[in-house]
């Protein structure tokens, strides 16, 4: 896709995990040294509103497009932030700008990080990972964005004092840093502030694919395919709870207990549904154990249907409670919910 007609691209999509990871490449031909730096005004983590004119005293500005959500992404925090710090006092503006629209993201594309791409979302990351750069929002109506034409988060334009683009491509060669050979992004900066030639002006990209408005009807798609599942509820007896226990499949497994008439049950089964999705695609398995009588199974499967529970789900097959909970967990002497994570092994590393 070409992007405001100013760069020529070629996009390679490549399986990564859950996600989709873009690789970019520019016609060398193209005549990139006359590429202005696109205008924006876009609100920041800091509540102010940041604009290009902004940074028009800095000698070299560097435009990063990144996200949160995506796990190159993050890999990349951290050196964004030390380039931020070193190269500021030689008067280099770097501003990160988080150009994904989040209406757009699948919910297993976040089973790498617990916030999206919101701008109140970009808060919370920032003041978790103590980033102290400027990063910027554009996904609302994505027009900036657009403009520059980022591939992949992350995705770096750097420019000169009269802001023509003299490199764009990756941060550096590779998002695991003991593998890195070549610091691109920081060469080009080195080169301008020496009055040099930029030694390699553009790079491929990898990370996460921009996130369009036009893959919203993939996320609705796939918000649509989850659902038709059927959603069943079989019932489990103490031999079942103890192989259960057990934790014998080689995943992470979580287990929920939870009973119909249990409001704080009730209160998180979403977010837990959520979880599962967010995270199914990975070595993950998740089970739901009500706790109601054998005979209430008709509103158990009503509930269940209701939050569209495509999880194994199962049901007491026996009104003595205390001996099935014993059978899971002699230690249990509480009511529900009650949740346990068994590791790969089987051996418990949460439960609450």
């Given at each position: 896709?070409?992007?405001?007609?100013?760069?020529?691209?070629?996009?390679?999509?490549?399986?990564?995990?859950?996600?989709?990871?873009?690789?970019?490449?520019?016609?060398?031909?193209?005549?990139?040294?006359?590429?202005?730096?696109?205008?924006?005004?876009?609100?920041?983590?800091?509540?102010?509103?940041?604009?290009?004119?902004?940074?028009?005293?800095?000698?070299?500005?560097?435009?990063?497009?990144?996200?949160n959500h995506c796990p190159i992404a993050q890999m990349y925090e951290r050196?964004?932030?030390?380039?931020?710090?070193?190269?500021?006092?030689?008067?280099?503006?770097?501003?990160?700008?988080?150009?994904?629209?989040?209406?757009?993201?699948?919910?297993?594309?976040?089973?790498?990080?617990?916030?999206?791409?919101?701008?109140?979302?970009?808060?919370?990351?920032?003041?978790?990972?103590?980033?102290?750069?400027?990063?910027?929002?554009?996904?609302?109506?994505?027009?900036?964005?657009?403009?520059?034409?980022?591939?992949?988060?992350?995705?770096?334009?750097?420019?000169?004092?009269?802001?023509?683009?003299?490199?764009?491509?990756?941060?550096?060669?590779?998002?695991?840093?003991?593998?890195?050979?070549?610091?691109?992004?920081?060469?080009?900066?080195?080169?301008?502030?020496?009055?040099?030639?930029?030694?390699?002006?553009?790079?491929?990209?990898?990370?996460?694919?921009?996130?369009?408005?036009?893959?919203?009807?993939?996320?609705?798609?796939?918000?649509?395919?989850?659902?038709?599942?059927?959603?069943?509820?079989?019932?489990?007896?103490?031999?079942?709870?103890?192989?259960?226990?057990?934790?014998?499949?080689?995943?992470?497994?979580?287990i929920n207990f939870w009973a119909t008439w249990c409001g704080s049950c009730?209160?998180?089964?979403?977010?837990?549904?959520?979880?599962?999705?967010?995270?199914?695609?990975?070595?993950?398995?998740?089970?739901?154990?009500?706790?109601?009588?054998?005979?209430?199974?008709?509103?158990?499967?009503?509930?269940?249907?209701?939050?569209?529970?495509?999880?194994?789900?199962?049901?007491?097959?026996?009104?003595?409670?205390?001996?099935?909970?014993?059978?899971?967990?002699?230690?249990?002497?509480?009511?529900?919910?009650?949740?346990?994570?068994?590791?790969?092994?089987?051996?418990?590393?949460?439960?609450?």
């Open positions: 896709m070409v992007k405001a007609g100013w760069r020529i691209i070629d996009v390679e999509e490549m399986c990564f995990g859950s996600y989709v990871v873009a690789v970019g490449t520019t016609d060398a031909s193209h005549p990139r040294s006359r590429l202005a730096a696109p205008d924006f005004s876009l609100p920041g983590v800091d509540g102010k509103v940041h604009k290009l004119s902004d940074y028009a005293s800095s000698p070299i500005l560097a435009v990063i497009f990144t996200c050196r964004i932030e030390q380039l931020y710090e070193d190269y500021s006092q030689k008067g280099v503006a770097v501003v990160a700008i988080q150009g994904n629209d989040p209406k757009a993201i699948r919910i297993d594309e976040l089973d790498s990080s617990d916030v999206s791409d919101t701008l109140d979302d970009m808060k919370i990351r920032v003041q978790y990972k103590h980033l102290h750069y400027p990063y910027l929002y554009a996904g609302d109506t994505q027009s900036v964005t657009r403009a520059y034409g980022p591939q992949a988060t992350p995705h770096v334009f750097i420019f000169d004092k009269d802001r023509r683009l003299r490199y764009e491509g990756h941060f550096d060669s590779s998002y695991r840093i003991e593998l890195v050979k070549t610091h691109d992004a920081q060469n080009a900066i080195d080169a301008l502030l020496s009055g040099k030639e930029v030694p390699v002006k553009h790079t491929g990209v990898f990370g996460c694919s921009t996130k369009w408005p036009e893959k919203a009807e993939q996320r609705l798609a796939a918000e649509q395919k989850l659902n038709a599942k059927p959603v069943t509820v079989e019932k489990v007896n103490a031999v079942g709870l103890k192989k259960l226990r057990a934790g014998t499949n080689g995943h992470v497994t979580l009730v209160t998180e089964f979403a977010d837990l549904q959520d979880t599962y999705r967010m995270y199914s695609a990975r070595d993950f398995d998740m089970v739901t154990v009500s706790a109601n009588m054998p005979d209430e199974e008709p509103s158990v499967l009503r509930f269940l249907q209701k939050k569209h529970a495509i999880t194994r789900n199962l049901l007491f097959d026996s009104d003595d409670t205390a001996k099935l909970q014993a059978a899971f967990d002699p230690a249990w002497q509480s009511a529900v919910p009650y949740t346990v994570v068994l590791g790969p092994d089987g051996k418990v590393i949460y439960k609450h």
